[in-house]
């Protein structure tokens, strides 16, 4: 199956960078889709932003630039974004039920050739599939943040998803020059963010319980693990309200105890420093 046309749902943090990836990388023609004129400028925004960033390094040329710009075309209409799509690439906020009310419009508007992915973090892709009458077409394609530089896309299946549609999203994955991991079972969290999340909540139980300064737990990561920046900077890269809403998810489809999200967490959330998207997370990010 050859694909030429892309939607991407959604032009925020991940949005923006998949469009941008498929028009520049894999050279789709990429119709990209937010609910507000203002999200989608912001979103152009982010990707005029990144290409001048590689015209500057001398990476790309700005009539390269100008030829990626031209085939991303920002649109509120969802029947002009998936309707002649080939494939759906969802990253809109992460909630079940807005999701379910996507995917079944995509099901509507798409040809029925179209395969429909969900950049979601945590959400099943088999419940996802169930708004659809298409399941084997219903994937997982989970990129990672930021998106134009990680390398990584994990590829879940949920159900009843076909190995047809994953070996589509694998070729369209190296069209995009990334790699890709699948997850052969759906289950809260896939592979990355399994492991990932327990770390990031105990990171945060430390700074609750005073055991060390925020500078030391994330250097002590860095330079203890390797890992390229610690875990409270990572939190607020990912999004606090991001964290705790996979948390939850873990607690309904893993164990509910376990992991119990730390109370810092819920007030820094319920304050609305949600990291460095509101400019103010467990770091400042204001300047
Ligand atoms: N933040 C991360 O590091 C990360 C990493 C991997 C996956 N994800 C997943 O990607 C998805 C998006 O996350 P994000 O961080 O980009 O969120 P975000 O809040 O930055 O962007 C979401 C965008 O979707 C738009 N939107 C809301 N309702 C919509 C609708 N009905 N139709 C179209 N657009 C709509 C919003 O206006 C916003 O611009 C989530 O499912 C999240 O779990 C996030």
Aim: glycine residues 6%.
């Amino acid at each position: 199956m050859k694909i030429t046309k892309v939607a991407v749902i959604g032009a925020g943090l991940m949005g923006h960078g998949i469009a941008q990836v498929s028009a520049q990388v894999a050279g789709y023609e990429v119709y990209l889709k937010d609910i507000k004129q203002e999200f989608l400028d912001k979103g152009m925004g982010r990707i005029k932003w990144s290409l001048g960033k590689l015209v500057e390094k001398e990476k790309i040329s700005q009539g390269d630039a100008d030829t990626v710009l031209s085939r991303i075309h920002p649109t509120l209409d969802m029947k002009e974004a998936v309707g002649e799509a080939d494939l759906v690439v969802e990253a809109a906020p992460e909630k079940l039920q807005l999701k379910k009310t996507l995917f079944e419009a995509f099901d509507e508007f798409t040809p029925y050739h179209a395969i429909l992915a969900s950049n979601t973090s945590s959400i099943s892709i088999t419940e996802i599939a169930k708004a659809t009458k298409r399941p084997d077409k219903v994937v997982g394609m989970h990129f990672f943040n930021p998106v134009q530089i990680m390398k990584l896309v994990e590829i879940v299946k949920g159900e009843k998803t076909s190995d047809e549609t994953v070996e589509v999203i694998t070729k369209v994955s190296q069209q995009m020059r990334k790699e890709t991991v699948l997850c052969k079972r759906d289950r809260p969290g896939f592979i990355v963010n399994r492991i990932l999340v327990p770390a990031l909540l105990d990171a945060i139980r430390l700074v609750e319980e005073d055991v060390a300064s925020i500078e030391d737990i994330d250097k002590a990561i860095r330079l203890g693990l390797n890992w390229p920046m610690g875990p409270i900077t990572l939190a607020d890269y990912v999004g606090l309200d991001t964290a705790l809403n996979i948390t939850r998810v873990f607690q309904e489809g893993l164990d509910k105890h376990r992991y119990d999200p730390p109370a810092l967490l819920e007030k820094m959330v319920k304050e609305g420093k949600l990291g460095r998207k509101t400019k103010q997370g467990f770091l400042d990010w204001s300047r």
